[in-house]
């Protein structure tokens, strides 16, 4: 579904910050992609996006060079892929029902749809009775299933999260990992960055390891080598 064919990313001379990166990642896998800060993990995530471009190499989804595609196959494109941010990226003056429901109202959708979907996604994460409360009226770990459920509304194959759990203590990190495991249960692709080493460790499934911008590791039942 997702293929890098030999990319590198250049953003200023003499450091690459990514150098000729290949990887396939099938339908329904649940990948970890590991490195330290400044490895090169969410400029990956940002190539597959069509956020930058790569200096060198290709990006494929669903066989389709990214990089080629014109701007109404990008919309399409990026409806297909839901992103989950460390720090969530809600609005704050929103409530849960209207962070979610935005992003459906942008496409044009009707308010019939838009509540059906938000019911369904707020199902999945389990924060049904939040519906009306505003950010600041839930706790880390509930603002995070908020941004999961907000990812999920266009019904995406394939969801990315950059470093979901970085701001939330090991209770939440565990609750935001079993909510990932689930909607890839559900059937999704789910494409995670992080450099915690526990959940790595707990979740014993693929691991790709980046080492300044290389692929260093990718083992079928990755543990945490760095
Ligand atoms: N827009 C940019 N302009 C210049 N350099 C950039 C830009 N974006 C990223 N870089 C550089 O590319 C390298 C990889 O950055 P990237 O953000 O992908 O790392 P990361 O693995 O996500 O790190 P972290 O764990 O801290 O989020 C770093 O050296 C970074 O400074
Ligand atoms: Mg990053």
Redesign the pocket.
């Known amino acids: 579904m997702i293929q890098f064919n030999k990319v590198t990313k250049i ?2 001379p003499n ?1 690459a ?1 990514l150098e000729n990166i290949s990887f396939k990642i099938n339908e329904t896998e649940f990948v970890s992609i590991v ?10 995530f940002k190539l597959l996006l069509v956020e930058e471009t790569p200096t060198k190499g290709k990006v494929f989804f669903e066989n389709q060079d990214v990089h080629k595609i014109n701007r109404s196959q990008l919309y399409k494109l990026r409806r297909k892929i839901g992103m989950v941010f460390q720090d969530y990226k809600l609005l704050p003056s929103n409530t849960v029902y209207e962070n979610i429901a935005y992003v459906m109202k942008v496409i044009g959708a009707s308010d019939e749809d838009i509540h059906r979907s938000v019911s369904k996604v707020l199902e999945i994460v389990g924060l049904e009775e939040k519906v009306h409360n505003f950010p600041r009226e839930l706790s880390i770990g509930q603002r995070q299933r908020v941004a999961i459920a907000r990812a999920l509304v266009h019904r995406p194959k394939v969801i990315l999260a950059d ?1 979901p759990t970085g701001n939330l203590d090991p209770y939440h990190t565990s609750e935001i990992i079993q909510l990932l495991l689930k909607i890839h249960d559900l059937g999704t692709t789910v494409i995670l ?1 992080t ?1 915690n080493k526990e959940i790595i460790n707990s979740l014993e499934k693929r691991t790709i390891t ?1 080492e300044n ?1 290389k692929v260093i590791r990718d083992d079928k039942k990755g543990r945490f080598i760095l």
């Open positions: 953003f200023s450091s910050a490195g330290k800060s400044g490895a090169g993990k969410t400029t990956l470093e960055a450099h980046l911008g």
